[in-house]
């Protein structure tokens, strides 16, 4: 006997494997519970007594158009625990449930037409029996399950049409929609494997977007039992995705256009596929991507519903994402080399100034501390001081400080007249409150402004005399080194 679905089913539910059977009536739900109970279960009972008590409450089915089941009847009714191959402990319960009403069967009507009350467990007085089917399926998917069958029929047997089962059918699917539970809908038919039932159980896939079994439920086998169980378990949520990509691009900011697309399209992806039975639907959309060469599910484990997904990057992408990083296209070798080169250099200067020019954006001042290799000892001497000695260890260590001064820089084009001055006026005021950049880029007399206004504070910049520069390095030097918090006047 095939427990190892049974097992992984009792491990995802924690050991708690409550099935609620609702549907529309005369469709076989008891039926269906019957013979699971004696295939699935009872087997597994070692206790005389608790084997016999659950043998007695097994459901009653019945024919006709007459509905059997006028309340719900938990089986067992008390709750067994079951133990398989000795390290898996599960309590099972499946849950028969007072059908939805087929207009034309009998048995839910009083002879004068009024509604047939019933009994059920969360009522202490009876209630209506279209009632008790609607209250009964939301307590019992609800409260009382954790995966639910859906019992429906195509008509191939007993005394309704398809039709009948199938505008219940919508009833029962648009409810169970409203929780969050996983369940599977059953199509109970005396030819499951015919042309004509594998067609409709594809159009019902399609038209509830819900995974739907056909079964003979009468004649129905351990193997078609473990089968329907195994889609139930596809119908519950993903626990844990784990995609393993390459490391590099693990490593890359999410403002690298290759990594925000990733993020978005993983973000997509998930957002859209939750289920167990869509793990191969991420894999179908992650290799249609042209982010991913080539996308293998590792590991898939019903029983902890846990999806390992492998995907690999091309080396195209990865070129990209190296031209990108680098500011320009790199396809060949020395291209790449020169780039490194320079990289190194321009590491070297961001490890000296970098986070000081973080400091200098905010507060418009820091001197960049010097690296420990930057600092030159001079030779130790031996130092005097009256009748006693010490010695003397001096250093001096290269420190670049950096200010943000503010440059102006005006352009004062004469124009012509009155009227065309204020006509250009006009015009740039509007596109520098609405979109200064095109007023950056315009032109005038042949130049752009954003030029011409970086000449004019180059050209301030460029007149700054040398000894000025020299006078005022000298003069910081003596701040640092001598100036002991007090003010020193620099006079130019
Ligand atoms: N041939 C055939 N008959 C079936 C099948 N499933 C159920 N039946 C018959 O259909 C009738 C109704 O089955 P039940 O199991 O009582 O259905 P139910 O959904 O519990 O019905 P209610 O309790 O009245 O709502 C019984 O006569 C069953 O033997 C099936 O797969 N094949
Ligand atoms: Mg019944």
């Given at each position: 006997m095939s427990d190892s679905i049974l097992k992984d089913v009792a491990t995802r539910t924690s050991g708690e494997v409550y099935i609620g059977v609702v549907g529309s009536v005369r469709s076989g739900k008891s039926t269906f519970i019957r013979r699971f109970m004696e295939t699935k279960v009872l087997p597994l009972i070692t206790d005389k007594y608790v084997y016999d008590k659950i043998q007695d409450e097994l459901p009653q089915s019945s024919e006709g158009r007459t509905i059997m089941t006028v309340e719900p009847k938990f089986i067992p009714s008390n709750l067994v625990r079951i133990t398989i191959d000795q390290d898996v402990n599960f309590q099972i319960r499946l849950v028969d449930c007072v059908g939805h009403v087929?207009?034309?069967?009998?048995?839910?009507?009083?002879?004068?037409?009024s509604s047939r009350l019933v009994q059920t467990p969360w009522f202490s007085e009876a209630i209506p029996f279209e009632d008790a089917a609607k209250l009964g399926t939301d307590k019992v998917i609800e409260a009382h399950s954790n995966i639910g069958i859906v019992m429906s029929s195509d008509g191939s047997f007993g005394e309704f049409s398809r039709d009948e089962y199938e505008q219940v059918e919508e009833i029962v699917i648009a409810e169970l929609k409203e929780h969050s539970k996983p369940f599977v809908l059953v199509i109970n038919t005396t030819k499951p494997n015919a042309e004509e039932t594998l067609a409709l159980v594809d159009s019902l896939t399609e038209k509830y977007q819900v995974s739907v079994v056909a079964l003979d439920v009468l004649n129905m086998t351990e193997q078609d039992m473990d089968h329907l169980l195994k889609v139930a378990m596809n119908e519950f949520d993903i626990s844990e995705l784990n995609l393993e990509v390459p490391t590099w691009v693990n490593k890359l900011d999410d403002d690298v256009s290759y990594k925000s697309k990733f993020n978005e399209l993983i973000k997509e992806t998930t957002g859209t596929f939750r289920k167990m039975k869509d793990a191969f639907r991420i894999q179908e959309t992650f290799k249609n991507s042209e982010l991913f060469s080539d996308v293998t599910i590792s590991n898939i484990d019903p029983a902890t519903g846990l999806v390992n997904i492998e995907i690999g990057c091309s080396d195209e992408c990865y070129n990209d994402v190296v031209s990108e990083l680098l500011g320009?296209?790199?396809?060949?070798k020395s291209t790449l080399i020169e780039k490194l080169q320079y990289m190194k250099k321009a590491q070297h200067v961001y490890e000296l100034v970098g986070s000081s020019m973080e400091k200098v954006e905010q507060v418009g001042y820091d001197i960049a501390m010097p690296k420990p290799s930057d600092i030159e000892l001079e030779k130790p001497e031996l130092l005097k001081d009256g009748s006693r000695y010490g010695i003397k260890i001096k250093a001096s260590a290269p420190m670049i400080q950096m200010v943000k001064i503010s440059v102006t820089s005006s352009f004062e084009p004469i124009i012509g007249s009155k009227e065309q001055a204020e006509e250009l006026i006009h015009h740039m005021i509007d596109n520098y409150e609405n979109e200064p950049d095109k007023l950056w880029n315009s032109e005038i007399f042949g130049r752009k402004l954003c030029d011409v206004i970086s000449d004019g504070v180059k050209s301030k910049v460029n007149a700054i005399p040398d000894n000025v520069l020299e006078k005022y390095k000298s003069s910081i030097e003596k701040v640092v080194n001598y100036g002991k918090g007090g003010i020193i006047a620099i006079v130019l």
């Open positions: 087929i207009p034309s069967a009998k048995g839910y009507k009083n002879e004068d037409g320009e296209k790199v396809s060949d």
